[in-house]
């Protein structure tokens, strides 16, 4: 199994955690956070369709800044597209 960066993910000691076992993850695809992956494990199926709006330094806003993902209609289940971004 190829291990994946994800969003967010870091443990105690400031480690960048991968992707593991035994959890759900959506892809990120295009603006700011495009390749990392979101974990969404015991979401909702009304919580996945609402997406996601995440904080990122990378975005048009910079640092405290948004990056809006959420699947696309024809594919709740698919990955996370990028909507924009918002401070």
Known sequence: MVERRVYGGWDDGGEELASGPGHVY???LGGPLDGLLLEVTGWSAQERV???LL???KGLYGPGGRAF????????Q???LWHGDTP
């Open 26 to 28: 959506a892809e990120l």
């Open 50 to 52: 609402e997406g996601a």
């Open 55 to 57: 904080i990122t330094d």
């Open 69 to 76: 993902y959420a699947p696309g209609e024809a594919d709740v």
């Open 78 to 80: 698919g990955p996370f």
